[in-house]
């Protein structure tokens, strides 16, 4: 069941990034894009069999991107600390 759900969530976040595109820009990414990259991010770490990446291709990208961007690289995920800011 909750593999059919997280399945379903992915791609009505799919279907909806169809319809309205996500910048992952520093400027164009508000909190829906943000949770949206995350959270694929986190799909992709730790069940990444569960959904696989080729059934949601804007999200895949979107996440990248989002990845990509100054702020993401500063916060790195995983052991260790926070890159870029002294303690």
Known sequence: RVVAQLQAACDALEADLARHPVQATTEGLRQGGLSAAVA?????QTVPDTVPEGRCPRLAALSAAAEALPAFRDAPHGDGTVAGHGG
């Open 40 to 44: 694929w991010q986190f799909i992709r």
